[in-house]
DNA sequence: TGTACATCAGTGAACGCGCGTTCACTGATGTAC
DNA sequence: TGTACATCAGTGAACGCGCGTTCACTGATGTAC
């Protein structure tokens, strides 16, 4: 394990990572992912013998980063509205988003992706449901968690219907949409 | 156009839609389903020259028996609760969520396919909102339409977290999202 | 009632393409003595 | 400080496969006269 080889290796996941984002699952084939790293095909399958070990390694990478991006928003010091505005808005990048849809999808397909997928899931609701407990410390875990769960529903249903996939964005839906998942969160300070 | 001709169109797309909700949209070849409904590949092309021709015509009919299937679910004769658990159970179907995820993600890399997918929630939303204005006469009807939207992300969101794509089901959280989704939909009788 | 003919329904073979995978190979880098 | 050798990094060509599409073809069905 070199100095180099690691490198190598995170510029092959920078490759697949770019090419999840912008051209989604179909596209990410070896031969686009080698290309976009400007390596041999034989070369990447040296790094990653299947195509499996690179789409997993992706996924957690993609996601892992994913986490780092939303955690620093949940956090108490802002009001409900504000944070819930400022999640919505990480939902700006069309690519994003899109990504999103073909990871949920992918995840119905195999178990695996699944796994990860919920872990992931997981991680972000212990970080809401923490969130509530700050702001209601008196509400018992359960319902912290309960109401961590639905307000993740939400948001990621949101995503579905502010991006084009199932609708475009509207001013009123919006107002409507920070009120309630603002409200999941705790009182309004 | 005879009527042997319409049969079989009918024919090819109930083994369209069979192999895309058990199997996914990537199974979806044409040499699937010609030997799914038991016809050769070149006789399918005499119906459906282009594999485009094909999904467009399996995505409009799903999309068309869905709301079929969802719009009498939404009517006022039941109390919120039980009409929210009624609409939530349709999530049960672990196939029918896997194809609405994959449309989703089609979605977001096939315009035509987005175009069609915001009609079909756009009747739904129209459907829910309908609902709500006859629940709450006195809501004014941008209220109506924000509040049915803010209940169908909440819906949708809701199948991807309970159906073990990005969370596994749990009573709690179930609990809570019936409380909050039947709160949209109006006043509680 | 029969005949000619156009259209509809269905067959079968082949095409070029991109895919993941395999494999034998060469050059560079580190390591033991 | 040099040498031998194992491991790491990278190349290049070929494979079998399934895909959507094309196309020439045959048989069945309807229609006009």
Known sequence: VTVKGTQRRAELLDAAEKI????????????????T????????QYYFPARADLVAAVLQRTLARSLER??????????????????????????LVRMYAELWA???????????MRGFYD????HVAALIRTREPSLPDADCQ??????????????LFRSGLAAHR????????????????????
């Open 20 to 35: 999840l984002c912008e051209s989604g699952y179909a596209a990410l084939t070896l031969r686009a992912v080698a290309s």
């Open 37 to 44: 790293a400007a390596v041999r095909l034989g070369h990447l």
């Open 70 to 95: 939303l955690a620093p928003l949940l956090t108490p010091a802002a009001a409900p509205e504000v944070l819930v505005r400022r999640l919505l808005s990480e939902q700006d990048d069309p690519d």
């Open 106 to 116: 992918l995840a119905g397909r195999d178990e695996a992706v699944a796994a990860v």
């Open 123 to 126: 991680d972000y609701r212990a």
């Open 146 to 159: 309960a109401r961590a769960g639905v307000f993740t529903m939400l948001i990621e249903g949101a995503a």
């Open 170 to 189: 509207s001013a009123g839906t919006d107002a409507e949409l920070v009120a309630v998942a603002a409200g999941l969160l705790g009182t309004s300070s």
